[in-house]
């Protein structure tokens, strides 16, 4: 009854810059979201945390990422934003969209994912 869709993945050359959303929904429901993180995860290496933010608003990050990316939120939208700019070839991964807990009226739903959008980073 609710989903993450994730979106805005694709080519980009180093040096250049990405946002990616990640939008939750629920079917016939109202939703509220707590904190919220985005991992990533590159061929043949395991899934790795970006970075998070709380409902507040209070953003950390990998030291990999520190200075280049950025997490924002739109509570209003239901949606997570992820800014990565100066991008490098190692950034090269999937990336997944996470929401430790979906509060609905009723229900709440544990440790939902995304299905991932792609990013590449080439020449």
């Known amino acids: 009854q609710v989903q993450l869709v994730e979106s805005g993945g694709g080519l980009v050359q180093p040096g250049g810059s990405l946002r990616l959303s990640c939008a939750a929904s629920?079917?016939?429901?109202?939703?509220?979201?707590?904190?919220m993180r985005w991992y990533r995860q590159a061929p043949g290496k395991q899934r790795e945390l970006v970075g998070t933010i709380t409902s507040s608003g209070v953003t950390n990050y990998v030291d990999s990422v520190k200075g280049r990316f950025t997490i924002s939120r739109d509570n209003a939208k239901n949606t997570v934003y992820l800014q990565m700019n100066s991008l490098k070839p190692e950034d090269t991964a999937v990336y997944y969209c996470n929401a430790p807990s979906i509060f609905t009226i009723g229900v709440t739903y544990l440790e939902v994912w995304g299905q991932g959008t792609p990013v590449t980073v080439s020449s």
């Open positions: 629920a079917s016939g429901s109202s939703l509220r979201l707590a904190t």
